[in-house]
Each structure stands twice: as structure tokens, then as C-alpha cells.
């Protein structure tokens, strides 16, 4: 079983800077995929920023340029570097992530998400 747990979330002031860990706890896996998604109050959800295996990455429009997604394969570990945070950032971010196990199983895992709230 594959539990993520997020941390890293707070209060901060309109240009300051935050970063979001996931880490997935378990054994005999490793992670595809990761996916950072947010959902700001009285939003839909949206797709924020991706890693994938091969490490390439995507960005939304409105981060681009301002937040970084990386990975500690060692450590099952997903990391999501915001910069330069706008009060628009507000929302809760959740951790997904594509989990392969060794014997060939795939599945998909969701964190229970931690808020960042950005002053002005």
C-alpha cells in the first residue's frame, strides 16, 4: 500500500516563496508520474505542474516561470518549488501521483492535499 503525505503548505506573503513535499511511503514501487494539481476556493481543480519518468516536465500558463516540480527517485519524493507566489496562487495543492510496482502492477494515488494561502 502507497500513502503520500504532503507537507509544506502555510501562509505567505504575496512574492515569497513556498515549497510542497510528497512523499510516498511504501515499498516495492517506484513513480512514473507526479502530478501537482490545485483547486482554489470555489474553483474547478487544475493540473498545476507534471514530472515523468523520463523527466521531462509540464507547466501550466499561469506558473510557468515561477514554480519548479522535481523528484528524488531515491527517496520516492516529489517536490514542488513556488516562487514569486500571487495572491492567485491561493488554493490546495494535492500530490498524484502514477505508482509502477516491481511485480508490474500500475496504479494512481492521491495525497489529501495542503493549503497555501498568499497575502497581498
Known amino acids: 500500500q502507497v500513502q503520500l503525505v504532503e507537507s509544506g503548505g502555510g501562509l505567505v506573503q504575496a512574492g515569497g516563496s513556498l515549497r510542497l513535499s510528497c512523499a510516498a511511503s511504501?515499498?516495492?514501487?517506484?513513480?512514473?508520474?507526479a502530478y501537482w494539481y490545485r483547486q482554489p476556493p470555489g474553483k474547478q481543480r487544475e493540473l498545476v505542474a507534471a514530472?515523468?519518468?523520463?523527466?521531462?516536465?509540464y507547466y501550466s500558463d499561469s506558473v510557468k516561470g515561477r514554480f519548479t516540480i522535481s523528484r528524488d527517485s531515491a527517496k520516492n519524493t516529489v517536490y514542488l518549488q513556488m516562487n514569486n507566489l500571487k495572491p492567485e496562487d491561493t488554493a490546495v495543492y494535492s500530490c498524484?501521483?502514477?505508482?509502477?510496482?516491481?511485480?508490474?502492477?500500475?496504479?494512481?494515488?492521491w495525497g489529501k492535499g495542503t493549503l497555501i494561502t498568499v497575502s497581498s
Open positions: 498524484n501521483i502514477d505508482a509502477a510496482g516491481t511485480t508490474g502492477w500500475v496504479k494512481e494515488y
Open positions: 511504501g515499498s516495492g514501487f517506484s513513480i512514473n508520474a
Open positions: 514530472v515523468f519518468s523520463g523527466g521531462s516536465t
